[in-house]
Nanobody, 130 residues
Framework: QVQLVESGGGSVQAGGSLRLSCVASGYTISNKCMAWFRQSPGKEREGVAASDSDGITKYADSVKGRFTISKDRGKNTLYLLMIGLKPEDTAMYYC????????????????????????WGQGTQVTVSS
């Protein structure tokens, strides 16, 4: 049974940093497509960052240069380092896994489509105050 468990969320002031973690069990992330999504009340789930089986990374324009996605294969853990946080980054952040196609052969927005991911975590809340 695949489980993805996120942690690392919290409340920070604008300009602050957080590192989110997603520990996978029953699933080896090293050669898998993994992603971070976020969702605010009343808004659609938004793709934030993703890393495919080739190690190619994709980012939403709103977070480029501020967020970094990475994998620790030894710990079977996915990370999202977030710096320069803004109030508009406030959301529930979700870990996702299992998109079937490599980014080199998919459309530009493929990585940000929630429907292509097979497994999801329960989320961790990030709140950024101004």
């Amino acid at each position: 049974q695949v489980q993805l468990v996120e942690s690392g969320g919290g409340s920070v002031q604008a300009g602050g940093s957080l590192r989110l973690s997603c520990v996978a069990s029953g699933y080896t992330i090293s050669n898998k497509c993994m992603a971070w999504f976020r969702q605010s009340p009343g808004k659609e789930r938004e793709g934030v960052a993703a890393s495919d089986s080739d190690g190619i990374t994709k980012y939403a324009d709103s977070v480029k240069g501020r967020f970094t996605i990475s994998k620790d294969r030894g710990k079977n853990t996915l990370y999202l380092l977030m710096i320069g946080l803004k109030p508009e980054d406030t959301a529930m952040y979700y870990c996702a896994a299992g998109c079937p196609y490599r980014f080199a052969f998919a459309g530009a927005e493929y990585f940000a489509s929630p429907g292509v991911y097979e497994h999801w975590g329960q989320g961790t809340q990030v709140t950024v105050s101004s």
